[in-house]
């Protein structure tokens, strides 16, 4: 009885669908209408079906364990080329109908492999009863998103993201009133632009109209403004993922308290402040992401009631104070990032740590951590990545200790006080991925390395590891390790490395004592983006096949060598395109000159010949290389003119150029350095110092940074400036045989740190333009035929540290103002006609200088303004520059 009740119950259900009698009032179609059939149909026209190749393009920051928030749960394939017109449209693959009305009320097209240009008259829009579109990952081939998606006014649910969709985001986006959840999330290009760019009053109108938004969804397009005050009404909002998109501005701290709110990702939005609230019991934040932002404060011990957190990533953010207790209890927590924030104090790693059981990766680098890694880690037996690089982790730590976490695949001791041993390793461990064992007090290659089959990045550098390279070593990976680092050994004899290494991207060995020549087994690696030869004693020329690699090849560092002969030709392979972009083949021995093959390295970003023995006129076709911004000729044997009227263009985006100890001569026009844009701009002092030049597409899993070093003389001493950044401007023509006059147009590069002219025969008067040099730091005039007097205008350099201009012909009063006031003898030395406070010749007829300054004082006093208030004004405004100088100055010394 109970089955045929149940039987019965079932049969009238189904009335309530189909028609079951002809007295139902319900009318209900089982196929699609035929409009219907012919819209889709003509969508299928309009593309074609080619998977997509994304490579070149970021679907997110290129940051550790940033993943995707979509995973890719699609199969990926063609769906609509298996649409057939003789079967129901409802049946295929990605429509859904309604059944009563023969609608389609939802296409999901994701992952399809659609191809070409989204057309702005698209049949999609025939479909007036779409309620769902996903069209996420295709290849949209760069079109505009049609401004017609507006015309689709009841749509609750719309995905374009990461389908090469570019230029403005529509207007008519934000008519769509009743969106639930909106995604246009899109890729960044090689640069590291957005694809999608979003108006700030469009932007504004979205959020003020999408009063029933859900899931918000912008990441990586290109916003660039502060959050509208209409944010903080969507309190339906259940996720906010908004990375990447140059925010700036305060974030603000409510939503933070939004009862639905789950996800909250704001990552790589550089300028983006705000603090985290005290959390309630009640709140259901479950992922928070806001790593590369410029949030500060504390960690408040309430983030412990955050009791359904599965990711907390607070990466290189501004957070200070110590790292809450209460971070060890939430149990539910399967990624925890705080590396790189500025924490104080010491933290141990707790015993509770063993709480985590769910956690997949701890991220902790730079955290302040002391004392020895707890035995309760071994318990995280979920974990598949370990970062505690960078802290005072200290200890003797056996790496059998890392036999039971079977799934770890990437993990990093580096930069502690640990000291690792791996011998006697009497169980199986893991199959790592990536390996990050630098500073860890090695003597010798690990033995456990033979059976790591599956690695593919190793860092063993800054250790003590001597002799030669064991033949052994050369086959971990199985053949498929990409990156190796081995700087900073003990290591010699020669470099001979099998030719099967063909995935190899990255490999670095500076600073050991390899001897030899450049094996041609390296010809093989033709995947080659980062080659690091440096500060060895290899000999012999550089091969000719090595410029043939920069079709690949990014970074090429050989300096420190023993090279000799001359530099190759630059191949082009028949392509145009070659990723060159820092050479570095300073401190050898080579000869002859610059091949103007190098011209074909279009991206090329540095060229460091310094110190050679190259003989050639200045290389004139360099300025052509329109993303140069690193020159280095200095300490070789180049010479005639720089200037050419016919030849010379200036340098578009040159921050620094050394041309030093050479045989330059001749005289350079007033004009010289007009067109020089990039160090002509107004310094940006809101400029992040993570703007650096350089910046690599070689990012692995673990992001291995290329850091490029550059010697260079500043402020009167040889320095090492370890990461060249674009804020970072010096010119340098020391040492050669120019004369003529100083070219007036040196005032227009408002954002010169560093100038060394000395030791070459100008004449003439100091340039006063050289008082619009504000951010001027350095400048050296000495050892050449200045004369005149010191400009006062001199006293506006109030970030001036270093000052040398002795032995000229300067004569006249040394300024009494600002930062001149403020340097010694040696400064002036050699100028015979000088005198002043700092020199033992004093300034004659001070009287008259007294008598001078009553009368322009007497002359002044008619219209209000005294010399009394000139003083005045003056001493606040040295006050002023002496405090902003040293909180610049104290950013800046990072840089050397």
């Known amino acids: 009885m109970f089955y045929l009740m149940t039987l019965i119950l079932s049969v009238s259900r189904c009335c309530s669908y189909?028609?079951?009698?002809?007295?139902?009032?319900?009318?209900?179609?089982?196929?699609?209408?035929?409009?219907?059939?012919?819209?889709?149909?003509?969508?299928?026209?309009?593309?074609?079906?080619?998977?997509?190749?994304?490579?070149?393009?970021?679907?997110?920051?290129?940051?550790?364990?940033?993943?995707?928030?979509?995973?890719?749960?699609?199969?990926?394939?063609?769906?609509?080329?298996?649409?057939?017109?003789?079967?129901?449209?409802?049946?295929?693959?990605?429509?859904?109908?309604?059944?009563?009305?023969?609608?389609?009320?939802?296409?999901?097209?994701?992952?399809?492999?659609?191809?070409?240009?989204?057309?702005?008259?698209?049949?999609?829009?025939?479909?007036?009863?779409?309620?769902?579109?996903?069209?996420?990952?295709?290849?949209?081939?760069?079109?505009?998103?049609?401004?017609?998606?507006?015309?689709?006014?009841?749509?609750?649910?719309?995905?374009?993201?990461?389908?090469?969709?570019?230029?403005?985001?529509?207007?008519?986006?934000?008519?769509?009133?009743?969106?639930?959840?909106?995604?246009?999330?899109?890729?960044?290009?090689?640069y590291a632009s957005g694809l999608l760019h979003l108006r700030k009053i469009d932007f504004a109108n979205l959020i003020q109209n999408?009063?029933?938004?859900?899931?918000?969804?912008?990441?990586?397009?290109?916003?660039?403004?502060?959050?509208?005050?209409?944010?903080?009404?969507?309190s339906s909002l259940t996720s906010l993922r908004l990375g990447g998109c140059d925010l700036h501005g305060k974030f603000p701290e409510n939503i933070f308290q939004f009862p639905k709110l789950e996800v909250i990702y704001l990552p790589c939005n550089y300028f983006l402040t705000g603090f985290l609230p005290q959390f309630q019991p009640s709140s259901s934040l479950k992922k928070l992401t806001l790593d590369y932002t410029n949030f500060s404060g504390i960690l408040p011990n309430s983030i412990g009631y955050l009791k359904s957190m599965s990711h907390l990533i607070l990466r290189n953010c501004h957070f200070v104070g110590t790292i809450p207790s209460s971070i060890w209890n939430l149990s539910e927590l399967t990624f925890?990032?705080?590396?790189?924030?500025?924490?104080?104090?010491?933290?141990?790693l707790p015993s509770t740590l063993g709480n985590l059981a769910?956690?997949?990766?701890?991220?902790?680098?730079?955290?302040?951590?002391?004392?020895?890694?707890?035995?309760?880690?071994?318990?995280?037996?979920?974990?598949?990545?370990?970062?505690?690089?960078?802290?005072?982790?200290?200890?003797?730590?056996?790496?059998?200790?890392?036999?039971?976490?079977?799934?770890?695949?990437?993990?990093?001791?580096?930069?502690?006080?640990?000291s690792v041993t791996t011998t006697n390793i009497n169980s199986e461990l893991p199959k790592f991925a990536i390996l990050v064992l630098a500073s860890c007090n090695l003597?010798?290659?690990?033995?456990?390395?033979?059976?790591?089959?599956?690695?593919?990045?190793?860092?063993?550098?800054?250790?003590?590891?001597?002799?030669?390279?064991?033949?052994?070593?050369?086959?971990?990976?199985?053949?498929?390790?990409?990156?190796l680092d081995l700087r900073w050994n003990e290591l010699h004899g020669s470099l001979i490395?099998?030719?099967?290494?063909?995935?190899?991207?990255?490999?670095?060995?500076?600073?050991?004592?390899?001897?030899?020549?450049?094996?041609?087994?390296?010809?093989?690696?033709?995947?080659?983006?980062?080659?690091?030869?440096?500060?060895?004693?290899?000999?012999?020329?550089?091969?000719?096949?090595?410029?043939?690699?920069?079709?690949?090849?990014?970074?090429?560092?050989?300096?420190?060598?023993?090279?000799?002969?001359?530099?190759?030709?630059?191949?082009?392979?028949?392509?145009?395109?070659?990723?060159?972009?820092?050479?570095?083949?300073?401190?050898?021995?080579?000869?002859?000159?610059?091949?103007?093959?190098?011209?074909?390295?279009?991206?090329?970003?540095?060229?460091?010949?310094?110190?050679?023995q190259i003989s050639d006129t200045f290389p004139f076709w360099l300025q052509n290389l329109s993303e140069l911004q690193i020159l280095v000729l200095r300490s070789n044997n180049f010479f005639g003119p720089i200037w050419h009227p016919h030849k010379y263009l200036g340098f578009v985006n040159l921050s620094i150029i050394d041309l030093s100890?050479?045989?330059?001569?001749?005289?350079?026009?007033?004009?010289?350095?007009?067109?020089?844009?990039?160090?002509?701009?107004?310094?940006?002092?809101?400029?992040?110092?993570?703007?650096?030049?350089?910046?690599?597409?070689?990012e692995s899993n673990y992001s291995f940074a290329y850091m490029y070093s550059t010697s260079m003389m500043s402020k009167g001493l040889d320095m090492e400036l370890m990461t060249a950044l674009m804020i970072f401007t010096s010119i340098d023509l020391s040492n050669n045989k120019f004369d003529g006059e100083i070219p007036s147009s040196v005032g227009d590069l408002r954002s010169l740190i560093v100038l060394n002219l000395s030791s070459n025969s100008f004449t003439g008067t100091i340039p006063s333009?050289?008082?619009?040099?504000?951010?001027?730091?350095?400048?050296?005039?000495?050892?050449?035929?200045?004369?005149?007097?010191i400009p006062q205008q001199l006293e506006n350099l109030t970030f001036l540290e270093y000052l040398n201009m002795s032995q000229n012909q300067l004569t006249g009063p040394i300024p009494q103002g600002g930062q001149l006031e403020t340097f010694s003898y040696s400064s002036f030395e050699g100028n015979p006609g000088l005198c002043g406070l700092q020199l033992s010749k004093k300034c004659e007829n001070t009287d008259a200088t007294i008598s001078f300054h009553s009368k322009e004082e007497e002359s002044e006093s008619e219209n209000g303004f005294t010399w009394k208030v000139v003083v005045l004004r003056y001493g606040c405004g040295l006050v002023v520059g002496i405090i902003f100088g040293h909180v610049t100055l104290s950013r800046r010394s990072c840089w050397f």
């Open 210 to 234: 999408g009063t029933n938004l859900s899931a918000l969804h912008l990441h990586q397009v290109d916003i660039s403004s502060s959050l509208p005050e209409s944010l903080a009404n969507l």
């Open 497 to 612: 490395v099998p030719p099967l290494l063909t995935s190899m991207f990255y490999f670095r060995i500076s600073g050991n004592n390899l001897t030899g020549r450049i094996h041609p087994s390296f010809r093989k690696w033709t995947s080659f983006k980062v080659l690091d030869l440096s500060k060895n004693h290899f000999d012999g020329t550089i091969p000719q096949w090595l410029g043939r690699l920069a079709g690949s090849l990014e970074f090429l560092n050989l300096k420190e060598n023993n090279l000799q002969g001359s530099i190759p030709l630059i191949s082009t392979n028949g392509s145009m395109h070659n990723m060159m972009r820092i050479l570095d083949l300073s401190h050898n021995q080579l000869r002859g000159k610059v091949p103007q093959s190098l011209i074909n390295c279009s991206k090329l970003q540095v060229v460091n010949l310094g110190h050679n």
């Open 358 to 418: 769910k956690l997949t990766v701890l991220s902790l680098r730079s955290s302040q951590l002391i004392g020895e890694i707890p035995f309760s880690l071994r318990n995280l037996t979920q974990l598949n990545y370990i970062d505690l690089s960078d802290n005072n982790l200290s200890g003797i730590i056996e790496f059998g200790y890392f036999s039971r976490l079977s799934n770890l695949q990437i993990l990093s001791l580096s930069s502690n006080s640990l």
């Open 769 to 789: 333009s050289l008082g619009n040099l504000t951010e001027l730091e350095s400048l050296d005039l000495s050892k050449n035929k200045l004369i005149g007097g």
């Open 661 to 698: 100890f050479n045989h330059f001569s001749g005289s350079l026009p007033s004009e010289y350095f007009r067109n020089w844009g990039y160090m002509s701009k107004a310094p940006d002092r809101n400029k992040s110092d993570m703007a650096s030049f350089g910046k690599s597409q070689v």
């Open 18 to 190: 189909v028609s079951c009698s002809k007295h139902s009032n319900v009318s209900t179609i089982s196929s699609c209408l035929p409009d219907q059939t012919t819209a889709l149909l003509q969508l299928k026209q309009e593309f074609a079906f080619v998977k997509p190749d994304f490579s070149g393009y970021y679907y997110r920051c290129p940051l550790v364990g940033n993943s995707h928030y979509n995973a890719d749960i699609y199969e990926s394939y063609p769906k609509m080329k298996f649409w057939k017109e003789e079967k129901d449209c409802c049946s295929w693959d990605g429509v859904t109908c309604n059944m009563k009305t023969g609608r389609v009320v939802a296409l999901d097209l994701a992952y399809s492999w659609l191809q070409g240009p989204f057309p702005s008259n698209s049949s999609l829009f025939k479909l007036h009863g779409l309620r769902r579109i996903n069209m996420a990952y295709n290849n949209f081939s760069f079109s505009l998103i049609p401004s017609d998606f507006g015309r689709l006014s009841k749509l609750p649910h719309l995905d374009l993201s990461f389908s090469m969709f570019s230029g403005l985001i529509p207007s008519e986006i934000s008519f769509l009133t009743n969106l639930v959840s909106l995604d246009l999330s899109c890729f960044k290009n090689y």
């Open 443 to 483: 003597s010798e290659f690990p033995e456990f390395l033979k059976t790591q089959d599956q690695l593919r990045e190793l860092d063993l550098s800054f250790n003590r590891i001597k002799g030669e390279i064991p033949k052994w070593f050369w086959g971990i990976g199985n053949n498929k390790l990409e990156l």
């Open 336 to 348: 925890l990032d705080l590396s790189w924030n500025d924490f104080t104090g010491h933290h141990q």
